[in-house]
């Protein structure tokens, strides 16, 4: 399973940015998909993921600003970020559960400054 990601860039405090995530290989074998992040300095942690059948899962810090969704026709993932603060600055990695293995992305940088 191989994960591009893309969407990341620099943003005003309050702003916006949307985030894929493109999966491609064994796909058949993946029933959940997501993105963690990690800043400088700091443990990588889950940010949002979601399951086959749909089901969502949200760190708490990111609640009611992000929003994940997925494609299956394109097997793509999506993170809609909004209202986004400077404590959001990360490199943001896809992930992907398929079987007994995990799969990750490059990352890409979010950066939140004014």
């Known amino acids: 399973v191989q994960l591009v990601e893309s969407g990341g860039g620099l943003v005003q405090p309050g702003g916006s940015l949307r985030l894929s995530c493109a999966a491609s290989?064994?796909?058949?074998?993946?029933?959940?998909m997501g993105w963690y992040r990690q800043a400088p300095g700091k443990k990588r942690e889950l940010v949002a993921a979601i399951t086959s059948g749909g089901s969502t899962n949200y760190a708490d810090s990111v609640k009611g600003r992000f929003t994940i969704s997925r494609d299956n026709a394109k097997d793509t993932v999506y993170l809609q970020m909004n209202s986004l603060k400077p404590e959001d600055t990360a490199v943001y990695y896809c992930?992907?559960?398929?079987?007994?293995?995990?799969?990750w992305g490059q990352g890409t940088q979010v950066t939140v400054s004014s």
């Open positions: 290989g064994s796909i058949f074998s993946i029933y959940a």
């Open positions: 992930w992907a559960r398929g079987g007994v293995f995990d799969y």
